[in-house]
């Protein structure tokens, strides 16, 4: 028997997630080489520490830009709605394996990911700019770099745990990475995962 | 510059002890800025011996040249006239960096070796391990360490490292005419700074005292200042330095709650996979029994 599949990412937009991504990893690896002293070898990645340090802002740069077009891709899927809170209030169940409420095109936690990662990321952008040398931090008082130093640091480690949550979910549910890689998902995965969003996809009734 | 007859306290970026049996003395720089002239003696034999030329700069209207500390400046003077006592002074104090027991800029710096803090008290730059983040600039309370325009590396006083690795008192000691910097182990300056400001207590200056500042654990360059009260006179001098608390928080504390997050994210997804096991909607048979069962 043939396969039933939905289309649920366009290549374009598995690009884009996968530019994201690949830069997210260049930028961990260069970030925590400079905050964990016992990581600093990982700099190594790019030849030397100088050039880590020194092509770090620019990648981050790249990924900034490249979320941004994901944001507003996105964002109109990301509103929390009655059925999302039900998801967060039972998120106990759905680690079980549990389905809860009447899902969208994303669930609670998805959405709460969504808005924790625009978060971090425009606050990474305004500290690492703020810390950017030799082009921009001399222009900002010391105390203020101080402060973006802590906060991209708070924020760069706050994100890498959401990113592993979000990787993790992902190797997890079985059927998504295909979402994310060839486009598509099972209409088994979505009448499972997304009950709502299967519906609106296929006209089915349940 | 990496100088291995020092022996070495602390190395930035490095968890891990350094080499400890030696008993090294400490060392320190005492500067009387009551006896200072304003001359730049120091200024000139800094540039002379560490091979740097500052550029010829313009005159802002007062003495202060070159204006800042720069990769080519590592010391400059600062001069402030004051009312105090209902008399002018003129305050003139040598700038650059205190060499504290507690370097904020080594806690920042995020490169293995890039400063080095010595056994006798010396923090030293190594140049060839800098990244040019500019951390230590955060880092440092006294907004000492320059970032070279040339090659994007770090700079400082030396205190005359090398001089210092040989038995020599610092280039800048050696050429002061009026013998306002001296030099030799930190106990025997505490020593002749108390002789001093005995002195100046007994000609007036109530207030006088040393400058060797608690909040960064006592510094190996001092200051004998007729007004110890009022620290900030002296072109800006802190009362009470410290590393900041922002430095603090992101250089302490965040470590840990940040191991912590990130390991118990990863471990979280292991055993729950290992555990719940995966979560599979796409085999005909799962979806056979759905079916029955709604
Ligand atoms: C959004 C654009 C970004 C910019 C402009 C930026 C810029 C910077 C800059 C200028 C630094 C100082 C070191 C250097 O000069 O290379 C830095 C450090 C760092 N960055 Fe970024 N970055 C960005 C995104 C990210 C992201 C997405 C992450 C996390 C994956 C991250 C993690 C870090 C970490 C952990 C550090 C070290 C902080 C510390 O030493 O405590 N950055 N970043
Ligand atoms: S600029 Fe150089 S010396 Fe300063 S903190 Fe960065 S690596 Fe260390
Ligand atoms: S004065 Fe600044 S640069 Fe010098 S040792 Fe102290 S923290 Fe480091």
């Known amino acids: 028997m043939k396969e039933q599949l939905i289309q649920r990412y366009s290549a374009p937009e598995r690009i884009n997630h996968w530019i994201v991504a690949v830069c997210f990893i260049l930028l961990a690896i260069s970030g925590l080489a400079f905050f964990y002293p016992a990581f600093f070898w990982l700099t190594g990645v790019f030849g030397t520490p100088q050039l880590a340090r020194i092509i770090h802002p620019f990648v981050g740069v790249v990924m900034f830009l490249a979320f941004l077009r994901q944001f507003f891709r996105y964002y109109h899927h990301n509103f929390i709605d009655a059925e999302d809170v039900k998801w967060m209030k039972a998120v106990g169940t759905v680690m079980k394996g549990g389905e809860v409420g009447d899902t969208g095109r994303y669930n609670g936690g998805q959405k709460g990911m969504f808005w924790l990662m625009s978060g971090c990321m425009a606050l990474l952008l305004l500290s690492g700019i703020v810390a950017w040398r030799p082009y921009f931090a001399a222009s900002f008082p010391i105390p203020l770099i ?54 609106e996809m296929t006209g089915n009734k349940r | 510059m990496a100088l291995q007859s020092l022996d070495i ?166 050429t002061c005419p009026t013998g306002a910097i001296q030099f030799g182990s930190k106990e025997d300056m505490k020593e002749v700074a108390a002789t001093r400001i005995t002195d100046l207590k007994k000609r007036g200056y109530d207030n006088a005292g040393l400058y060797d500042p608690a909040g960064v654990g006592g510094t190996h360059v001092m200051y004998v200042l007729h007004h110890a009260d009022k620290a900030p006179l002296y072109s800006g001098l802190p009362q009470d330095p410290a590393i900041s608390a922002t430095v603090s928080l992101w250089k302490g504390l965040l470590k840990p709650v940040a191991t912590l997050g990130i390991a118990a994210a990863g471990l979280f997804g292991f055993f729950h996979y290992i555990t719940v096991g995966p979560n599979r909607a796409d085999d005909e048979h799962a979806e056979d029994e759905k079916e029955t069962v709604k």
């Not at chain 1, 994100?159 to 979910?169: M, N, R």
């Not at chain 2, 060839?128 to 320059?146: L, M």
């Open chain 2, 9 to 174: 306290l602390r190395r930035s970026a490095t968890p891990t002890a350094t080499p400890q049996v030696r008993n090294t003395v400490e060392v320190a720089k005492l500067i009387d800025v009551t006896t200072c002239i304003g001359c730049k003696a120091c200024q000139v034999a800094c540039s002379e011996w560490n091979e740097l030329r500052a550029e010829v700069g313009t005159n802002i209207g007062v003495y202060d040249n070159p204006v800042d500390l720069s990769d080519q400046a590592w010391t400059v003077m600062r001069f402030n006239e004051v009312e105090e006592n209902g008399k002018l002074e003129w305050l003139i104090r040598k700038d650059g960096c205190m060499h504290c027991a507690d370097p904020g800029c080594l806690k920042a710096c995020p490169s293995p070796g890039a400063i080095i803090q010595y056994k006798n008290g010396i923090v030293d730059f190594h140049e060839e391990n800098c990244i040019g983040c500019g951390y230590c600039v955060s880092g440092c309370p006294f907004n000492v360490p320059r970032i070279s325009k040339q090659d994007n590396k770090a700079y400082k006083c030396s205190l005359c490292s090398d001089r210092v690795a040989v038995g020599q008192e610092p280039a800048c000691v050696k």
């Open chain 1, 146 to 199: 101080r402060v973006a130093l802590l906060v991209h640091a708070s924020s760069a480690l706050a994100l890498i745990a959401g990113i592993i949550v979000h990787v993790y979910a992902a190797l997890w549910v079985k059927g998504t990475i295909r979402a994310m890689v060839e486009g598509v998902v099972t209409h088994a995965w979505a009448r499972k995962h997304h009950p709502r969003w299967y519906r």
